[in-house]
C-alpha cells in the first residue's frame, strides 16, 4: 500500500465500523459517544502531539502524529465528510502563501 493511500484506507475502514456496527470496535464506542467525545480525543491527542514535539523523539512524535491523523478521520467519518474533500481544500490552497490564504477565507466568511 502507498503512503497516499493509507489515510484513505483508514477512513474506508472506519465507515465499515459504522456501517457494520461490531460490538468490540473501538471506533463505534467512540461514534456512539456522538461528536464531543470524538473532539475530546481530537483535543488530547493535540495535546500528547504538542507535548511529543517538545522532546527529542522522532518516533515519539510520529506516534503522536498518527493517533490525531486517525481520531480526525473518525471525526470526518461521524459527519460524511470525506478525506478526498479536506485534500481538495488543501489543494485549492496550494500556491497560496498562508498568510494571503487565511485573509481572503476570512473576507469569504464574512460575506
Known sequence: MSRAEILDRVYDVIL??????????????L????????????REEAEELIEAAAGDDAGHVAH??????FH?????????????????ELEGRFGTGGLAEKAARGKSHAE
Open 31 to 42: 461514534l456512539d459517544g456522538g461528536h464531543e467525545a470524538i473532539a475530546a480525543k481530537i
Open 64 to 69: 503522536e502524529a498518527a493517533d490525531l491523523l
Open 72 to 88: 480526525t478521520l473518525v471525526l470526518l467519518g461521524s459527519v460524511d465528510v470525506s478525506p478526498a474533500r479536506a485534500w481538495a
Open 16 to 29: 465499515a465500523r459504522r456501517r457494520e456496527r461490531p460490538a468490540d470496535s473501538y471506533v463505534v464506542r
